[in-house]
């Protein structure tokens, strides 16, 4: 069995930064694409990052370019999610998930294949 664990959630001031960490046990890590999704309330869940298997390739949602960076450490079995200039719209709860591939440098923006996820770590972004 597969597990996820999302930590490093929080409350956080308009403009400032935050890291999120995903732990991954009972798999072998680099197997895995991995991907982070977000669901704010009254929302549907939207994809806000991926990262290819040695982390090599990177995939970002148009509302988090340039602000999120999303990365792994294989030798970890950890992925990571710095946000930066966050702002209320950031506001969600957050999932990473995983997704067995064949594929070494490939990165994949939708929930479809992600059979593995953990169970959300809350960001709260005060105005």
């Known amino acids: 069995q597969v597990v996820l664990v999302e930590s490093g959630g929080g409350l956080v001031k308009a403009g400032g930064s935050l890291r999120l960490s995903c732990a991954v046990s009972g798999g072998a890590f680099s197997n895995y694409a991995m991907g982070w999704f977000r669901q704010a309330p009254g929302k549907e869940r939207e994809f806000v990052a991926s990262v290819s298997r040695r982390g090599g390739s990177t995939g970002y949602a148009d509302a988090v370019k340039g602000r999120f960076i999303v990365s792994r450490d294989n030798a970890k079995n950890t992925m990571y999610l710095q946000m930066n200039s966050l702002n209320a719209e950031d506001t969600a709860i957050y999932y990473c998930?995983?997704?067995?591939?064949?594929?070494?440098?490939?990165?994949?923006?939708?929930?479809?294949?992600?059979?593995?996820w953990g169970q959300g770590t809350q960001v709260t972004v005060s105005s």
């Open positions: 998930a995983a997704k067995y591939t064949i594929q070494w440098d490939s990165t994949y923006d939708g929930p479809q294949g992600y059979a593995y």
